[in-house]
């Protein structure tokens, strides 16, 4: 479980997301407040949009809580935004299934609201 | 009422059954035995309530709650590692539901922190289109009330009246602005310096909130002309606030004075 967290959390961090066909399968939904998506594909094109958009790119896990093919990971997302230069940090947590090894489904839980004060531009 | 928890009253549960049991309590409405799960150190951190300590989270919950009759949790996913929990569920309120995810830790018998993930946002757009109105002046009124009116916070007065504010009060023929209202509370307060108003109803519709209030205190004071007698009394109310742009514009009053002056005669 937690291979599998780290490399989606790798994968959205660096763009590089030529493991998500080993890690997701190819009926997996990724939902949060702003997205949707589906498939190894889907995922990666979250990810290439994010890196797009955001520069300086981490994500802290703060918690996971798993058991059996389940787990809610708790993480804190920070990136700057290239447009704007802002630098935005939120927590989020992140239910996640399993099936035959790979990611079944992904649903993020975080206040999208808050995502428009974040910290100060150039934070 | 929020009591106080006692220590070592609980039986031990596991942190999956005390998560459970605390949600039970909320969806019960008995802030007493919610409370009575929580460390009083307990943290407390979501998009609506952010609240340090047993107390005042159960308060703070507790009032949040009552502004939606017979709302519950339905969780649907509940995992539990060492002292950790983790929920995936909905909020739901009437025809409101909100999903939420939640990561909870705790301490021996009790709750010791709760962080909890949902989209305001989209809760929001729900309540309007349920309710016809956001849910946040009921929470403003509830705001003027406890921590103005019983809290006597006279400053947080400009930032939930507005500044045309006017208020129809009985006795005085001509509507007090926002400055007169801020005299009315410093004069009740010094006649009566423990006085609580406790919301018993909040009830939303359109731009308007009415709240029905039970206030008690101490005549410690002179009112109206009658010096301190040092009694207990209460009085019930009614107030009904008119909203702009997230404040309260206007408002009525009405309150059993004559009882009241009863009490002290």
Redesign the interface.
Same mark, same amino acid.
């Given at each position: 479980m937690n291979a599998l967290i780290d490399g989606i959390r790798h994968g959205f961090v660096t763009a590089d997301v030529s493991a998500f066909p080993a890690l997701v399968a190819e009926d997996a939904e990724i939902r949060s407040?702003l997205a949707t998506a589906s498939g190894p594909e889907g995922f990666a094109a979250l990810a290439n949009v994010f890196a797009g958009l955001f520069t300086d790119r981490e994500i802290e896990v703060?918690? *996971?809580? =798993?058991?059996g093919d389940? =787990? *809610?990971v708790?993480q804190r997302v920070s990136a700057r935004h290239q447009a704007s230069g802002r630098r935005i940090v939120f $927590?989020? &947590? &992140?239910?996640i299934r399993i099936r035959d090894g790979r990611i079944a489904s992904w649903?993020a839980?975080? $206040? =999208? =609201? &808050?995502l428009d004060s974040g910290d100060d531009p150039g934070a | 009422m929020i009591a106080r928890a006692s220590s070592g009253t609980l039986p031990r549960m596991t942190p999956k059954a005390m998560v459970m049991e605390m949600l039970g309590a909320s969806d019960r409405g008995d802030f007493t035995r919610f409370r009575a799960l929580l460390a009083d150190d307990c943290e407390w951190v979501n %998009?609506v309530v952010h609240a340090e300590g047993a107390d005042e989270i159960a308060r703070n919950v507790g009032g949040f709650m009552a502004g939606f009759p017979g709302n519950r949790h339905e969780v649907t996913?509940a995992?539990?590692?060492g002292d950790?929990?983790?929920?995936?569920g909905e909020w739901v309120a009437g025809s409101v539901r909100a %999903?939420?995810?939640?990561?909870v830790h705790t301490r021996g018998p009790r709750v010791a922190s709760v962080?909890l993930?949902?989209?305001?946002?989209?809760l929001s757009a729900k309540l309007e289109a349920a309710t016809g109105m956001s849910a946040a002046p009921k929470a403003v009124y509830r705001r003027w009330f406890e921590e103005v009116v019983s809290g006597g916070d006279l400053a947080l007065a400009d930032e939930l009246l507005t500044a045309d504010y006017r208020l129809h009060f009985p006795g005085v023929p001509e509507p007090v602005d926002r400055e007169g209202h801020k005299r009315l509370v410093t004069m009740f307060r010094t006649a009566f310096p423990d006085w609580v108003e406790t919301v018993e109803d909040l009830i939303a519709e359109e731009d308007r909130v009415v709240a029905r209030v039970t206030g008690a205190g101490t005549h410690r004071g002179d009112f109206q002309g009658i010096a301190p007698t040092d009694r207990r009394v209460t009085a019930t109310g009614i107030g009904i606030g008119r909203f702009a742009d997230g404040r309260i514009a206007e408002a009525w009053a009405a309150y059993d004075a004559l009882g009241l002056v009863q009490q002290l005669s």
């Amino acid at each position: 479980m937690n291979a599998l967290i780290d490399g989606i959390r790798h994968g959205f961090v660096t763009a590089d997301v030529s493991a998500f066909p080993a890690l997701v399968a190819e009926d997996a939904e990724i939902r949060s407040p702003l997205a949707t998506a589906s498939g190894p594909e889907g995922f990666a094109a979250l990810a290439n949009v994010f890196a797009g958009l955001f520069t300086d790119r981490e994500i802290e896990v703060l918690a *996971i809580v =798993a058991s059996g093919d389940a =787990a *809610i990971v708790e993480q804190r997302v920070s990136a700057r935004h290239q447009a704007s230069g802002r630098r935005i940090v939120f $927590d989020e &947590a &992140a239910v996640i299934r399993i099936r035959d090894g790979r990611i079944a489904s992904w649903r993020a839980y975080y $206040d =999208a =609201a &808050a995502l428009d004060s974040g910290d100060d531009p150039g934070a | 009422m929020i009591a106080r928890a006692s220590s070592g009253t609980l039986p031990r549960m596991t942190p999956k059954a005390m998560v459970m049991e605390m949600l039970g309590a909320s969806d019960r409405g008995d802030f007493t035995r919610f409370r009575a799960l929580l460390a009083d150190d307990c943290e407390w951190v979501n %998009p609506v309530v952010h609240a340090e300590g047993a107390d005042e989270i159960a308060r703070n919950v507790g009032g949040f709650m009552a502004g939606f009759p017979g709302n519950r949790h339905e969780v649907t996913l509940a995992l539990e590692s060492g002292d950790q929990v983790a929920i995936e569920g909905e909020w739901v309120a009437g025809s409101v539901r909100a %999903p939420f995810a939640a990561i909870v830790h705790t301490r021996g018998p009790r709750v010791a922190s709760v962080r909890l993930y949902l989209d305001t946002a989209a809760l929001s757009a729900k309540l309007e289109a349920a309710t016809g109105m956001s849910a946040a002046p009921k929470a403003v009124y509830r705001r003027w009330f406890e921590e103005v009116v019983s809290g006597g916070d006279l400053a947080l007065a400009d930032e939930l009246l507005t500044a045309d504010y006017r208020l129809h009060f009985p006795g005085v023929p001509e509507p007090v602005d926002r400055e007169g209202h801020k005299r009315l509370v410093t004069m009740f307060r010094t006649a009566f310096p423990d006085w609580v108003e406790t919301v018993e109803d909040l009830i939303a519709e359109e731009d308007r909130v009415v709240a029905r209030v039970t206030g008690a205190g101490t005549h410690r004071g002179d009112f109206q002309g009658i010096a301190p007698t040092d009694r207990r009394v209460t009085a019930t109310g009614i107030g009904i606030g008119r909203f702009a742009d997230g404040r309260i514009a206007e408002a009525w009053a009405a309150y059993d004075a004559l009882g009241l002056v009863q009490q002290l005669s």
